[in-house]
């Protein structure tokens, strides 16, 4: 036996040096394998499911970053895909038997090498648990691919951040779900949050590696269930699986603030009495006239999204917060009681009341930077959708029934032109404001 290794070993070394029995052959030196070229400065890259590649969290994000006072220069991109798994496994018969569901490790270098991402967000794992009761075999393909998909993101230099998976919800669909110890599943498992609740605790675990993980499974499931208290039949996901877009708002927040972007208050504070400034604001050509006011507000459009109130319910604490607070209100302090008429640039808004409480007027569709903000949001969605097709059909993909992108180069002068018509949109305006007594 020793003879034998011995001879395996001399075989071995002798093939490393071009030696084969039968003479000597030249073989050039090999090459190091060339490193990547570095990431692209502010580069972002989401990669997930369905969930992501329908993009509403992603556009609210980069909306926030771009009327965000400090209008961080990021270029966010959405390579999400349908149906993706990073465990690279799939149920019989999915999607009727056209298809197995794809496997993120197939095109994760593609990706990576041609878009070169500073910072990647990878949200996993709805699909991964392939809609079963939990399998410690399924969790360990789980956990073997997103240890692969971070070792294949360190090796291009990106700075990877986890997403845990979003909630199921079985409420919406409990006549089509089915209970545990069967044998096959061709409809979702009625307990599967519970398995996408071990996946989230087992990415979160991971912190005390140094990973960076933002938990939107628990500010998620726990808001729906406080929801519920009030709204027995609220629901994120019609179909227990893809969230509204109030669903996906909750998930923003959730990815805004675990990226550290502070939240602002676009506030004037106006002495209605004395009829000036206070404090804060940019107003001008205040002017009281028949036991009202007018004023001008120089101000920028807002996050058109009102923060939630996200909570997350902990195994030992149960935490509140107001989400990503991006308020933008008047305030007149000292003003009358009593009902007002409020129009903005002759348009009439609404009518409110003054007396120690802000008029939020990101609730009155028709204010110039409310408007401005929910064009802001359509068009950075529709770059983002121009893009990621483009994208996708750029590194290649194995998931059939999708629209084929642009050539990247006319998608790009595409986003360009869109990116072009919201920094137009996304600037300082003056807003005439009239507040006058309602009979």
Not at 284 to 295: A, D, F, H, M, P
Not at 387 to 415: I, S, Y
Request: aromatic share 8%; hydrophobic share 40%.
């Amino acid at each position: 036996m020793r003879s034998l290794l011995h001879l395996g070993t001399l075989l071995a070394l002798a093939a490393g040096l071009g030696w084969a029995g039968g003479g000597c052959k030249s073989h050039p030196p090999r090459q190091p394998a060339a490193a990547p070229p570095p990431p692209v400065p502010g580069r972002v890259l989401f990669l997930g499911d369905s969930i992501t590649y329908s993009g509403q969290y992603v556009a609210m994000v980069e909306t926030a970053l771009r009327v965000h006072p400090l209008r961080r220069s990021w270029e966010i991109l959405n390579l999400g895909l349908p149906s993706e798994t990073v465990s690279g496994l799939s149920e019989p018969g999915h999607a009727g038997g056209a298809f197995p569901r794809p496997d993120l490790a197939e095109r994760l270098d593609r990706v990576l090498a041609k878009t070169r991402p500073e910072i990647l967000l990878a949200c996993y794992g709805m699909n991964d648990g392939i809609y079963h009761p939990f399998s410690e075999e399924r969790f360990a393909r789980f956990q073997a691919g997103i240890r692969h998909l971070r070792a294949r993101a360190a090796a291009h230099g990106a700075r990877l951040i986890h997403l845990t998976p979003a909630a199921f919800d079985a409420q919406p669909i409990r006549s089509r779900t089915l209970p545990a110890g069967l044998d096959a599943y061709p409809q979702p498992y009625a307990g599967y949050d519970e398995v996408l609740a071990r996946y989230a605790a087992w990415l979160m675990e991971r912190r005390a590696e140094g990973w960076e993980v933002i938990d939107i499974h628990t500010a998620m499931k726990s808001t729906l269930a406080a929801r519920r208290q009030t709204q027995p039949e609220f629901r994120y996901a019609g179909d227990g699986v893809h969230p509204n877009d109030e669903g996906h708002w909750v998930m923003a927040q959730e990815v805004l603030s675990g990226l550290g972007v502070s939240t602002v208050s676009a506030r004037a504070v106006v002495d209605f009495a004395e009829g000036r400034v206070v404090q804060i604001g940019q107003v001008s050509q205040i002017v009281k006239t028949n036991g009202g006011i007018e004023l001008t507000w120089h101000t920028a459009p807002p996050m058109p999204l009102e923060a939630s109130r996200v909570i997350r319910a902990y195994p030992d604490r149960t935490v509140t917060s107001p989400g990503f607070v991006f308020e933008h209100a008047l305030l007149l302090r000292n003003a009358p009681a009593g009902q007002f008429e409020f129009q903005a640039d002759g348009k009439r808004m609404g009518i409110v009341s003054l007396k120690d409480q802000p008029i939020p007027t990101r609730r009155y569709p028709e204010f110039e930077t409310t408007r401005r903000a929910r064009e802001i949001l359509r068009l950075v969605g529709e770059r983002q959708r121009v893009l990621r097709d483009a994208w996708l059909t750029e590194t290649g993909h194995q998931r059939p029934g999708l629209d084929k992108g642009l050539p990247l180069a006319e998608a790009q002068a595409r986003g360009a032109d869109l990116g072009r018509q919201i920094d137009d949109l996304n600037r300082e305006t003056a807003v005439r404001i009239c507040l006058m007594p309602s009979p």
